[in-house]
């Protein structure tokens, strides 16, 4: 039996769960396929929190305001930090993204991986140019579960390897969505790509547990006065806190003569102290979440190979090491702290960028131009982590600027689109882009868009 819905959205992270949500919701028949064993992507395989806060225009934030309702129900959700709602527990998010999901009527499918499309391709002329018109038909993944069977269980298109089975399924749909954050299935249907210009810093982030917080907020709070880099207060009889250091000269960290001391003891590497960033979580009393560290590699991630990945996570787990040594040894609250989760996944800020209708700007955030069609309001900066000391880019608008619906809709095709990190835009467009809040609201407002054709 052939399956055929309304919308097949590849990719369960944050735009792909908005929009898998919103389409449900707005009544479309949804299918959305993860290739993790759980939902969340950034927030849940990379624990990237809390999500940065940006503009606070009631424009397709419905899905946003729903999962903080219901993460806060859950005890996973916070509003800290001058209003903002994105302090999300990540240990717990997936369940609560599921349970969104589920009762709104999507079909979900985790551990599928897609691995190729069917392409209907045609000419159509367009101000005297003959232009080639592709159409998605269909798409193949492969499911992957364990199950306990023996071999005279095996049916057609399903094969025993280790104890799992492998199923290959065929879908079909009106309108496809890229949702990867790695451009995957833009890849595998041929889209074309915008330039690599230069490569974003990746991180692995952890988490420490066993930590006494209120002792280490009293601690950093009297070290540190700047509350724009330092904050920590009571909410719901937790403490929860933030701070920051670099390696860059650009501003007097008060973390850096205690950074400067752990790398004289040799306790710390000078490139282990490149970027740190820690955040409390949500509903955890005893952990903290750390931003770092910082993988210093200029490579072009996606052209990487797995064993490169592999000596990147060896180093990091490494830093990570001295990071839980160096706390454990200057910060007070630390002593009986030990690592508790390494994320499954590095950290990433730059993909692969699909070429679209529209290329979104760095000027046309500068310049906060105004779009026919926008899908997101944003005003969070062009924000850009070198891998090169003293090369970080934080440059702040004046003005709200748009994500326009043309920067989603992939050049070429017909029912193809794309949300998420890898939307049309420029390197230093995608930069500001790319956070969590704008990626909920692409992902919402093009559901509205498919639900109107």
Not at 90 to 99: F, H, M, V
Not at 274 to 291: L, M, W
Not at 412 to 428: E, K, M, P, T, W
């Amino acid at each position: 039996m052939q399956k055929k819905y309304d919308v097949a959205i590849v990719g369960g992270g944050t735009a792909g769960c908005a929009c898998a949500w919103s389409c449900a919701k707005l009544g479309l028949k949804t299918i959305l396929i993860e290739k993790k064993p759980y939902l969340g992507g950034a927030i849940t395989s990379q624990l990237v929190i809390p999500s940065m806060k940006t503009e606070h225009k009631n424009f397709n934030t419905t899905f946003f305001d729903e999962l903080c309702k219901a993460a806060h129900a859950k005890n996973a959700q916070i509003t800290y930090c001058d209003g903002n709602k994105g302090w999300f527990n990540p240990l717990l998010l997936n369940n609560i993204l599921y349970d969104l999901l589920h009762d709104a009527g999507c079909e979900i499918v985790q551990e599928g991986l897609c691995i190729s499309s069917n392409i209907y391709t045609d000419t159509i002329h367009i101000n005297n140019n003959i232009c080639e018109n592709r159409e998605i038909l269909s798409i193949c993944y492969d499911e992957i579960y364990n199950h306990n069977i023996n071999s005279h269980d095996c049916i057609e298109q399903e094969y025993i390897d280790n104890a799992q089975i492998k199923k290959t399924n065929k879908i079909f749909a009106k309108f496809f969505v890229d949702a990867t954050g790695d451009a995957n299935l833009s890849e595998i249907s041929g889209a074309k790509f915008l330039p690599f210009e230069k490569s974003q810093a990746m991180s692995l982030r952890f988490i420490m547990s066993g930590i006494d917080k209120k002792a280490f907020a009293d601690w950093l709070t009297t070290l540190d006065a700047d509350r724009n880099v330092t904050t920590a207060c009571e909410i719901d009889g937790d403490i929860h806190l933030s701070t920051a250091c670099t390696w860059d000269s650009s501003q007097n960290w008060a973390l850096k003569p205690i950074f400067d001391k752990a790398v004289n003891e040799n306790v710390l590497k000078d490139s282990d102290r490149a970027y740190f960033q820690i955040f409390s979580i949500a509903g955890e009393k005893d952990k903290i979440a750390f931003n770092c560290p910082r993988i210093l590699s200029d490579k072009d991630w996606s052209d990487m190979q797995p064993n490169d990945f592999n000596i990147l996570r060896a180093e990091a787990q490494e830093t990570i090491n001295r990071l839980k040594t160096f706390c454990q040894k200057y910060f007070v609250g630390f002593k009986n702290a030990q690592i508790y989760k390494i994320a499954d996944e590095f950290g990433i800020r730059e993909s692969r960028r699909v070429k679209c209708l529209y290329t979104l700007t760095k000027e046309d955030i500068y310049e906060a131009r105004t779009f026919e069609n926008p899908v997101a309001y944003s005003n969070y900066p062009i924000d850009v982590h070198s891998v090169k000391k003293d090369d970080y880019t934080l440059d702040y608008v004046q003005k709200t600027y748009e994500i326009p619906l043309e920067s989603l809709i992939v050049e070429g095709f017909s029912n193809l689109f794309v949300i998420g990190r890898c939307l049309g835009a420029d390197f230093y467009a995608q930069a500001a882009a790319r956070i969590q809040p704008t990626c909920f609201s692409m992902g919402e407002g093009l559901a509205k868009y498919l639900h109107s054709l």
